[in-house]
């Protein structure tokens, strides 16, 4: 079966810091990735998404990046945090073909201060 | 582009029904989606339905879909406390399995 794994759970960062998730997925090969981001009272927001190693697209322009070192590898970056940062970050994985349904990780917490 | 609204919040009764409405714009949306997210946690997938059914049933959640209103509704029978969480409502196209999330609907039970 299938697992995705997402960490860490809460992250606090200060302002200009450095920030690295990951997630990764078991069981299945060449998943398509994505990274969600929900902002308080907002709903979820695609940030970006993967169809294969080293291939990112990105849906919205931001202080963000990610990349996809490995086919089963989805880490999101950035090199100086800013307060508007702050969300819930939520990693999903769906086939590549056929089926739509996304499978989400658990989620991290990020607060910048 | 897409849009996906929803209400956000609804109460009710344990022991009542719930329904929490969704509406969207894409006319090209193939799958429509709920999902659960719990206190602190990420995303459960509860049910999707095909743009080309108009009800889908599963257990405790009915699904209705009005293509021609693009409107969306999940029913929760005989709700729980335990159903108490946040209800999203999703949908995408062909393009590549994306999804476009509402806002969020947060559902509280009272006992």
């Known amino acids: 079966s299938q697992t995705i794994h997402q960490w860490p759970a809460t992250l606090v960062q200060p302002v200009g810091s450095p920030l690295s998730l990951e997630c990764t997925v078991e069981?299945?090969?060449?998943?398509?990735l994505y990274w969600y981001r929900q902002a308080a009272g907002r709903g979820l927001q695609l940030l970006f998404y993967s169809v294969g190693i080293g291939q990112i697209s990105s849906e919205v322009p931001q202080n963000l990046s990610a990349s996809r070192p490995q086919d089963r590898q989805f880490i999101l970056s950035s090199k100086k945090l800013l307060l508007s940062d702050s969300g819930f970050y939520l990693c999903a994985w769906s086939f590549s073909k056929g089926d739509t349904e996304a499978f989400f990780g658990q989620g991290t917490r990020l607060t910048v201060v | 582009g897409e849009d996906v609204e929803q209400s956000l919040f609804l109460s009710v009764r344990e022991g009542d029904s719930s329904v929490i409405n969704c509406t969207y714009t894409d006319s090209s949306s193939t799958y429509l989606y709920w999902y659960k997210q719990e206190p602190g946690a990420g995303l459960q997938l509860l049910t999707y339905?095909?743009?080309?059914?108009d009800m889908k049933q599963d257990q405790r959640l009915t699904v209705l879909l009005n293509k021609k209103d693009k409107h969306l509704s999940l029913r929760i029978a005989d709700t729980q406390t335990g159903d108490s969480a946040i209800y999203f409502c999703?949908?995408?196209?062909?393009?590549?399995?994306?999804?476009?999330f509402g806002g969020g609907t947060r559902l509280m039970v009272k006992p």
């Open positions: 999703a949908e995408s196209n062909n393009a590549g399995n994306m999804l476009t």
């Open positions: 339905i095909f743009s080309n059914m």
């Open positions: 069981g299945t090969s060449n998943p398509n």
